[in-house]
């Protein structure tokens, strides 16, 4: 369709494709992979996407799992909002869904999935949010994007592409699931007083 | 969204969705090993409370704790309130000490409105029940039921109440609930009939957004939910109606009227009832009877208020949705 | 003798003239009137009335000194152009006696801003169920001529009766509080669409109509003259309208706030609009200003009623009833009656000076501004707007439901028998 040639909106004009669609699909493949790897089978693994685009990708990474390990693997999502340290610089986010597969997380590998690792303070409230749901044997993370800049001692174990980003950049994650067509998009940060990052 | 909620004409459909959909994903914590939520940590809320109502009064305290508000608890009984303090002056005390949010439930109609209005606080004012005015948050859990069960848990979200049909039945006259709920409900597009003798009707309840009705049985066939409300008996002493038993027979829900309506169909009311007089215990005792059901999602409904008018540097802004970005 | 020479001034409103005060009386009016000796007041086109008079003041003293006394209720009054006030019963202890009606009548005297006229009590301690010693008040030093229970009704058909008859015997009059108690038990407020939606307590019309039904009827029937305070409701014009056509002796008053402000204001739940009896709606307004303007109503009354600052700084239902109202009554008669074109000068004259002051029995008040009569007289800078400003009140409460609203008119100068009370806005 013609529509999706045109820039979505939000998108900048001078924002360009870092990946797309296929090169998604191959870093999440890879990704898979590692994960069975890493977990010996991925016996007790349990997926998490972290609202709203770390829900998708980590639905189409246990789609993934699920062909290589002919298992059918707990997903879920975690909705960090209410654990995030900055909820007193802005006005209240309306809240996105928390779904904890039905065995819990007590004593599984968690993989916690999100499009963008930046500052890290989404993982930190993500690690605050599991501690009030389950204990896990281990967390562990995976991103479509690393961009760099992290505040927190945090990384990721699984990173579908490191991109060397300045603070002045933006990086854009689009997925079929909710902007209609697969892109990682490298922008200019517009001049906004206030924006947060 | 408004800093204070003093009165359920005060929001607008999308805040009022806003809150049922943050209501649901709360209600969700509740099956969570730890039911709690590390959100309004380091913030101060105060339950002034100057009328009895343990109900109300535990529902906001497990609201607030579940949020990880510092709880603070007074009750006029036995403190200087008896002694003849004002309420500018109790809430002043209470303001000197940092409190952030003042939970008020108050036996004159528009207490809470002077409270957030004159000037005498900063603090963010929630309105938990004030005389005959209005009572928010309990149309907020009403309409929250109404949603779960007539459109659906998930299939809610975002939804509001369009169409459905819904009656209030009792003392309208004297009932908060009734004032917060036709607001409400008319604000999310539902089509709301009372149904009282008309000794039980506000002169002036013509100009409310709703219909009127003095027959029950005829109302009771067009409804999705039918809402009783509390007679208390000593309004017989005020010639409101002859006695319990006509009332009970004219207005009362029981077996054989709740039969007559759809199958899915569900009766509500706010608590505490008085079985015998407005409803009868077959009837509360039905799967039908929503009653506890509404005490459970009044934590969640509190739980989404306090949130959105405290979690944030403001209240939520409803108009649009922050863009997500990280 | 000091004299005193107004230069053009409208006298009730018509053409320019010179008013000469010579010591306690107007010595002429005229034009190019000599000044020789005089102290001359430009009044360049200031309207002269004669002080007012008001029927129905709340001077709290004795009993209630926190909120005015009849010191500063008298000074307010000089302020609004009052020369003469009515000071109503309900004091601590009620004026239910010779004694008490008698020490507010001195306290008046000492004044020296405004006479003082007290209302004596109908009932022992206004609780309607005894007759107070009407005689022994109209007989005492202050010669009590109006009685009422204000604040409270004479309810009791019997009661009232018997007050309308037995104060034929000295020419007295019966003041009204039309209250029906039953029909107002809990009432806050005027019953209808606003008190339906903010859940206070409805204080229906019918609650004032029947009881002024009930006592044009009284009235007639045993051949008395009836007076109704405060009415404030389109029923109960119709019903005097009524009464008066079929010959019945009742007149009646209206207070300012009644002719300008509707209960719409109560949304606010802002004490300052809680009064007794409540304010109506903009239907009842009108009619008030049309009964007012067509004689129906006959005078304006203020019902001043100070209260201190904690009684209205608080929730609505613990807050006391009452507005102040001397030193803003001129000003809102402006604004409702002259000029919207329903009453002129002279009319303004009639209905806050002549008429109350006939149904008072004031000597010395309401007359006409003219060579040899009481110079009893009132200032008014007709051109002047201003916004309301509580803090410069002559009265010691500051309930006042106009702070902040722009107003016309100001009076300037008050003369009480000669003696200027009141100079350039001014309390001497």
Redesign the interface.
């Known amino acids: 369709m013609d529509k999706q040639l045109d820039a979505p909106p939000g998108a900048r004009s001078d924002a360009r494709p870092v990946l797309e669609g296929p090169d998604i699909a191959r870093v999440l493949t890879r990704i898979a992979h590692e994960i069975v790897e890493r977990a010996k089978g991925a016996d007790d693994v349990v997926l998490l996407g972290i609202p709203t685009r770390g829900v998708f990708l980590a639905r189409r990474l246990a789609d993934k799992l699920e062909q290589i390990t002919e298992r059918k693997i707990p997903v879920g999502s975690l909705d960090i909002t209410m654990y995030r340290d900055d909820l007193r610089m802005h006005p209240p986010r309306a809240l996105a869904r928390t779904d904890i597969p039905g065995d819990g997380i007590d004593g599984r590998l968690v993989v916690l999935v999100d499009d963008v690792l930046f500052s890290g303070r989404t993982i930190r409230a993500a690690l605050d949010a599991l501690n009030d749901i389950g204990r896990p044997r281990a967390v562990q993370l995976a991103v479509l994007v690393d961009r760099g800049h992290r505040e927190l001692p945090i990384r990721a174990d699984y990173v579908g592409k490191n991109l060397p980003t300045s603070l002045r950049e933006t990086v854009k994650v689009q997925l079929a699931e909710e902007d209609g067509r697969d892109t990682v998009l490298l922008g200019a940060k517009p001049a906004a007083p206030g924006a947060h990052p | 969204m408004q800093r204070h909620l003093i009165s359920a004409a005060d929001l607008t459909r999308d805040d009022a969705v806003l809150i049922l959909d943050t209501a649901e994903e709360m209600a969700r914590v509740a099956d969570r090993p730890i039911k709690k939520l590390p959100t309004l940590r380091g913030r101060t809320v105060v339950n002034l409370f100057f009328e009895d109502s343990t109900r109300t009064r535990i529902s906001f305290e497990a609201a607030e704790k579940r949020l990880s508000a510092d709880v603070i608890n007074f009750t006029a009984k036995g403190s200087s309130v008896s002694k003849g303090e004002s309420l500018k002056d109790t809430a002043q005390t209470l303001e000197a000490m940092g409190v952030d949010a003042v939970v008020i439930r108050h036996g004159a109609s528009g207490a809470p409105y002077r409270l957030a209005t004159s000037g005498w606080i900063d603090a963010h004012v929630i309105n938990a029940g004030d005389g005959t005015h209005q009572h928010p948050t309990q149309a907020l859990l009403d309409a929250f039921t109404m949603r779960r069960r007539l459109v659906g848990r998930d299939a809610g979200l975002g939804k509001d109440l369009d169409g459905r049909r819904i009656t209030l039945v009792g003392d309208i006259l004297h009932s908060r609930v009734a004032r917060s709920n036709v607001d409400l409900l008319h604000t999310l597009g539902a089509e709301v009939t009372l149904v009282a003798p008309p000794t039980l009707l506000p002169v002036g309840v013509e100009s409310w957004p709703c219909e009127v009705s003095y027959d029950l049985d005829s109302t009771l066939t067009k409804s999705d939910a039918v809402m009783l409300l509390r007679v208390q008996r000593e309004r017989m002493n005020a010639a409101f109606f002859p006695t319990e038993r006509e009332y009970s027979r004219r207005y009362g829900l029981d077996g054989d009227r709740m039969s007559k309506m759809p199958d899915h169909a569900i009766v509500m009311h706010p608590g505490p009832m008085v079985r015998g007089m407005e409803i009868t215990a077959e009837v509360a005792d039905s799967d039908r009877c929503t009653v506890v059901e509404q005490v459970t999602n009044g934590v969640s409904v509190r739980m989404a208020v306090l949130y959105l008018l405290l979690g944030g540097n403001e209240p939520a802004v409803t108009h649009a949705r922050p863009t997500e970005e990280k | 003798m000091s004299k005193t020479l107004i230069r053009g001034a409208k006298v009730l409103g018509g053409e320019p003239q010179d008013v000469l005060i010579d010591g306690a009386t107007i010595a002429q009016v005229g034009t190019g009137l000599s000044a020789e000796g005089a102290e001359v007041i430009e009044a360049d086109g200031k309207v002269l009335l004669p002080g007012l008079v008001d029927l129905h003041t709340h001077l709290r003293e004795p009993g209630r000194e926190d909120s005015e006394t009849v010191l500063t209720g008298t000074r307010a009054a000089a302020s609004g152009g009052y020369t003469n006030v009515f000071a109503m019963a309900n004091t601590f202890p009620v004026a239910d006696t010779a004694g008490v009606v008698e020490q507010v009548w001195r306290l008046g005297q000492e004044s020296g801003y405004c006479d003082v006229q007290p209302v004596g009590a109908v009932t022992v301690g206004l609780e309607g169920a005894k007759l107070a010693e009407l005689g022994a008040m109209h007989e005492s030093a202050a010669g009590v001529t109006v009685f009422s229970d204000d604040g409270k009704c004479v309810h009791d058909a019997v009661i009232m009766r018997r007050a309308l008859e037995y104060v034929k015997a000295f020419g007295g009059v019966v003041a009204q509080h039309a209250q029906e108690p039953r029909l107002t038990e809990g009432a806050?407020m005027n019953?209808?669409?606003?008190?339906?939606?903010?859940?206070?307590?409805?204080w229906?019309a019918v609650a004032e109509e029947s009881i002024i039904a009930r006592d044009v009827l009284l009235a007639e029937h045993v051949g008395s003259r009836v007076h109704i305070c405060h009415l404030s409701t389109a029923g109960s014009v119709e019903i005097v309208r009524w009464a008066k056509s079929r010959g019945i002796d009742v007149t009646a008053e209206v207070t300012p706030h009644h002719l300008l402000l509707t209960d719409e204001l109560v949304r606010?739940?802002?004490p300052v609009y809680k009064v007794n009896p409540p304010l109506r709606t903009e239907r009842d307004v009108l009619a008030l200003r049309e009964a007012l303007a067509d004689g129906t109503i006959d005078i304006v009354a203020t019902d001043h009623a100070p209260h201190p600052h904690?009684d209205k700084?608080?929730?609505?239902?613990?807050a006391a009833m009452g507005m102040v109202g001397l030193e803003t009554a001129l000003s809102v008669v402006q604004e409702t009656m002259v000029d919207t074109g329903l009453l002129d000068w002279a009319g303004v004259a009639d209905r806050m000076s002549v008429k109350p002051a006939k149904i008072g029995q004031a000597t010395g008040h309401g007359r006409p501004v003219s060579a040899g009569e009481p110079a009893n007289l009132t200032l008014v800078d007709t051109a002047y707007r201003g916004q309301v400003d509580p803090a410069g009140f002559a009265s010691r409460s500051r309930n006042t439901p106009y702070e902040g609203r722009e107003l016309p008119g100001r009076v300037t100068h008050t003369w009480l028998r000669g003696k200027a009370t009141l100079v350039d806005g001014k309390l001497t």
């Not at chain 3, 019953?191 to 409805?202: H, R, T």
């Open positions: 806050q019953e209808g669409v606003v008190s339906a939606e903010l859940g206070l307590g409805g229906p606010s739940y802002n904690e700084d608080c929730e609505w239902a613990a």
